[in-house]
């Protein structure tokens, strides 16, 4: 059990932002305790203000800025109980990285481009301790080892951009685990993971949580990871903290319709697929004063109309599921192979390949949604680039209505842009800052020349706007004036400018709040009924592939190990490969809270 005695304890910290239309309050009066030995999380949709409680306490924010109070006592090995607020700044840099590490959310962000991964956790030691430089190089290789990396000799002397997201966050975690800290903030570590590296975070932290009695304060938006990894739970809304207590109390009796909602958001491996998922809009509404009330259940009767125009809508959607069988396939991908060569020596000779992907085949009909399902590095999202040739394709043919896109001049390949599309991942990288929303929309249709002039496209982009949930006032923002669901809505707008007949989705969600992201799965779903659209929906996470799919194709190392419903991967899974990652995905139910509980209990016993 943890000790009685905090490691931090945190009272009335608050932390207010000037800004242009005033002052904003993203922290007010927070107040909790860490213990050394446990798992805290802090859980909330962004903006709740869970990473600038972190940020306030490491003090990284602008001074200019912002400006924090209140009081962050840290019992620490080397300076005894000192405030983190009031800390000198020079004692402060040997409590940050040292006593106190962080992993950051965005690893792109945090690791420097023009230094090798293995020099930049180096540094790290070479600063707090002893070692020397070859020392550290040693410990580092042991800490790429540690944290699940694979060639720790050849990521030691890569650069970030040369390996993948899940690989350069395992080197924050390695970093930030450099020094063996009393306390470790990890602020979003698994958000972009795919969910059998996500279990080997979660692994790697627990056990340095048990080895070295480290407090660690967990900041996510995922109740499935809280599930498996916390002791407590912090739920905090706008600010402010609205519910905590013990794991197993917060997911079996919630008592804040905010936390209903955040648990209920969550695609379930038992929810029917693309029914509509709840959002925390559903549970509670604020009233003028800014005060949270609990919606109340309200029992629908539906009248005749409502039963007829039911039928009606099911009728018409069993009609066109069944015209789309009937039509040949949109797209056939046959023997598709994507290889790039590994160049070595003085000539820079093409010794290798890495085979990205490796003679896939499969086809896709009209209407139709496929999950590609894999972990990082299989080959998914070169699979969906090479089908739109953003990849060149070593070999193979990609016959979409009825071209082979493989063979396409680049004039036609432009054309025929026109109706295969794509949403990224990262939704901030994919929108020109310069740029605005209604720019941004209008831009595909005065490429492919639709519509007659910039005023009926105007007349356009705003409907699409309404289309994803946003407003014709947005036409004139620009995208850093949005949160990350929106702009991932402004991605979506701009695919359906062309009106496209299939749009490949690439991790389109996984960076998301659970609550988003199931307005946004709400959203592919109306529009691919709206649009007859055919959906190629990449992703990591096999829940989400479960609800939106109709067939799933799941990858490994480039090639297609299994294939089949949803139903029948997640019943039936002929592949170890498979079964592996459906064990790895948290369920968050009651019986797996309590074996997790019992599992960390017996760890920490074991190490006493």
């Given amino acids: 059990m943890p000790s009685t005695t905090p490691i931090l304890q945190v009272r009335e910290l608050e932390t207010t932002f000037s800004t242009r239309h005033g002052t904003t309050r993203a922290v007010d009066k927070v107040s909790f305790e860490v213990y050394p030995g446990e798992t805290l999380a802090i859980v909330?949709?962004?903006?709740?203000?869970?990473?600038?409680?972190?940020?306030?306490l490491m003090r990284l924010l602008d001074t200019e800025r912002a400006t924090t109070g209140g009081e962050a006592v840290f019992r620490s090995g080397k300076y005894g109980e000192a405030d983190l607020l009031q800390l000198p700044e020079k004692q402060l840099q040997g409590i940050r990285?040292?006593?106190?590490?962080?992993?950051?959310?965005?690893?792109?962000?945090?690791l420097n481009p023009v230094y090798t991964c293995g020099k930049q956790v180096a540094e790290?030691?070479?600063?707090?301790?002893?070692?020397?430089?070859?020392?550290?190089?040693?410990?580092?290789?042991?800490?790429?080892?540690?944290?699940?990396?694979?060639?720790?000799?050849?990521?030691?002397?890569?650069?970030?951009?040369?390996?993948?997201?899940?690989?350069?966050?395992?080197?924050?975690?390695?970093?930030?685990?450099?020094?063996?800290?009393?306390?470790?903030?990890?602020?979003?570590?698994?958000?972009?993971?795919?969910?059998?590296?996500?279990?080997?975070?979660?692994?790697?932290?627990?056990?340095?949580?048990?080895?070295e009695n480290t407090a660690v304060l967990f900041i996510t938006h995922d109740l499935g990871v809280v599930a498996e990894i916390a002791d407590r739970i912090l739920v905090m809304y706008k600010g402010k903290l609205v519910e905590q207590g013990k794991v197993l109390d917060i997911f079996t009796n919630p008592q804040h319709p905010y936390t209903k909602g955040l648990l209920a958001c969550r695609p379930k491996l038992s929810a029917k697929p693309q029914s509509i998922l709840p959002?925390?809009?559903?549970?509670?509404?604020?009233?003028?004063?800014?005060?949270?009330?609990?919606?109340?259940k309200e029992v629908y009767a539906p009248s005749l109309a409502d039963v007829v125009n039911a039928y009606i809508g099911t009728v018409t959607s069993i009609k066109q599921e069944q015209e789309n069988k009937q039509k040949p396939l949109l797209l056939q991908v046959e023997n598709l192979k994507v290889y790039f060569p590994i160049k070595k020596g003085f000539f820079r000779g093409t010794t290798d390949y890495v085979k990205a992907v490796d003679g896939v085949s499969f086809g896709l009909k009209p209407g139709e949604t496929i999950g590609l399902l894999g972990?990082?590095?299989?080959?998914?999202?070169?699979?969906?680039?090479?089908?739109?040739?953003?990849?060149?394709?070593?070999?193979?043919?990609?016959?979409?209505?009825?071209?082979?896109?493989?063979?396409?001049?680049?004039?036609?390949?432009?054309?025929?842009?026109?109706?295969?599309?794509?949403?990224?991942?990262?939704?901030?990288?994919?929108?020109?800052?310069?740029?605005?929303?209604?720019?941004?929309i209008m831009e595909p249709m005065q490429v492919h020349n639709l519509y007659n002039n910039n005023k009926?496209?105007?007349?356009?982009?705003?409907?699409?706007?309404?289309?994803?949930?946003?407003?014709?006032?947005?036409?004139?923002?620009?995208?850093?004036?949005?949160?990350?669901?929106?702009?991932?809505?402004?991605?979506?707008?701009?695919?359906?400018?062309?009106?496209?007949?299939?749009?490949?989705?690439?991790?389109?969600?996984?960076?998301?709040?659970?609550?988003?992201?199931?307005?946004?799965?709400?959203?592919?779903?109306?529009?691919?009924?709206?649009?007859?659209?055919?959906?190629?929906?990449?992703?990591h996470d096999l829940s989400v592939a479960k609800y939106m799919s109709d067939r799933i194709l799941v990858m490994s190392e480039g090639r297609i190990v299994e294939s089949g419903t949803p139903e029948q991967l997640y019943r039936q899974p002929q592949q170890e490969y498979t079964r592996t990652l459906i064990n790895a995905i948290p369920k968050g139910e009651p019986e797996d809270i309590v074996a997790a509980q019992q599992k960390r209990e017996a760890m920490k016993a074991g190490v006493a």
């Fill in 44 to 56: 909330g949709e962004s903006g709740s203000g869970k990473s600038v409680t972190a940020l306030s």
């Fill in 456 to 539: 009926e496209r105007r007349v356009k982009a705003m409907e699409l706007l309404e289309k994803v949930g946003l407003m014709p006032k947005h036409f004139q923002r620009y995208p850093h004036e949005f949160s990350g669901g929106q702009r991932q809505r402004i991605s979506i707008a701009r695919a359906l400018a062309l009106q496209p007949k299939c749009i490949i989705c690439d991790e389109s969600v996984s960076a998301l709040d659970v609550s988003v992201q199931a307005q946004v799965l709400n959203l592919l779903n109306k529009l691919k009924k709206e649009f007859h659209i055919t959906y190629i929906f990449i992703t």
């Fill in 375 to 440: 972990e990082s590095g299989c080959g998914k999202t070169t699979l969906g680039r090479a089908l739109m040739r953003m990849v060149e394709p070593t070999a193979g043919r990609i016959i979409f209505n009825g071209h082979d896109i493989a063979q396409l001049t680049p004039e036609e390949l432009r054309k025929s842009r026109r109706d295969f599309q794509m949403v990224f991942q990262d939704p901030n990288a994919s929108l020109n800052p310069m740029h605005t929303v209604g720019e941004a």
């Fill in 279 to 296: 959002t925390v809009s559903d549970f509670m509404v604020e009233d003028e004063f800014g005060n949270i009330l609990e919606k109340k």
């Fill in 124 to 211: 790290v030691l070479l600063l707090h301790t002893d070692l020397s430089k070859k020392e550290a190089k040693k410990r580092t290789i042991q800490l790429f080892e540690k944290a699940k990396l694979p060639r720790p000799e050849k990521i030691f002397d890569a650069y970030p951009h040369e390996i993948s997201g899940g690989q350069k966050q395992r080197v924050m975690i390695a970093m930030a685990m450099a020094c063996e800290p009393g306390i470790l903030i990890a602020d979003e570590p698994t958000t972009a993971l795919d969910v059998t590296v996500q279990a080997r975070m979660l692994q790697l932290i627990d056990e340095l949580r048990v080895k």
């Fill in 97 to 110: 990285g040292n006593e106190i590490s962080m992993i950051f959310q965005e690893p792109m962000s945090s």
